[in-house]
């Protein structure tokens, strides 16, 4: 069976930091990825998803990207973190035509 | 560009009630659509999906919702609410197999509150 694995659940980080939260997936191949924040009012927010190795489509242009150095892994950086970056940050995945399935979320805390 | 609305932001009601959660999207191809729910301090979790044949779906816990392609819209309902039901409810869409566009959009969300 497929699961997705997203590491770690909370973080705390200084302003001006590295960011880099991981997502996994096991079970499948080829997999659509997404990252998400999730922010009370509004929804999930799409960041950034992929259709496939090194393939990264943005949708917000802000201070973080994302990288697919594997079919199954799918990760979200950030060279300096922003006190606005603090948020609930979602990873999932999808297949053609399957449901999307969530990762756990990080809890980013930027201080 | 692919959006999702939910013009309901909030929506209180009594037990018994009857729901129904409007979601309209904006695509011009054939789309995947989908209701999720969290519950409070709880995870995102399925409620039912719309690929392709019979318009009407149900899902789980007694939610149905209806696929309407000349409206381009997917309204959630249940004919009689719980107080169980208190949650966030997000409908989403996906492009069916419109490779390197397989862009999952959901809509802000709607918070149903269920008084006793």
Known sequence: SQTIHQWPATLVQPVGS????ECTVEGTSNPNLYWYRQAAGRGLQLLFYSVGIGQISSEVPQNLSASRPQDRQFILSSKK??????????????????EAFFGQGTRLTVV | AQSVSQHNHHVI????????LG?????GGTVNLFWYVQYPGQHLQLLLKYFSGDPLVKGIKGFEAEFIKSKFSFNLRKPSVQWSD???????VIPWIDFGNE????????RLTIIP
């Open chain 1, 18 to 21: 590295p960011l880099s939260l």
């Open chain 2, 103 to 110: 862009k999952l959009t959901f809509g802000t969300g709607t």
């Open chain 2, 23 to 27: 979601c309209n999207y904006s695509y």
């Open chain 1, 81 to 98: 973190l922003l006190l606005s970056d603090s948020g609930f940050y979602l990873c999932a995945w999808a297949g053609s035509n399957t």
């Open chain 2, 86 to 92: 208190t949650a966030e409810y997000f409908c989403a």
């Open chain 2, 13 to 20: 009601l009594s037990e018994a009630a009857s729901l129904e």
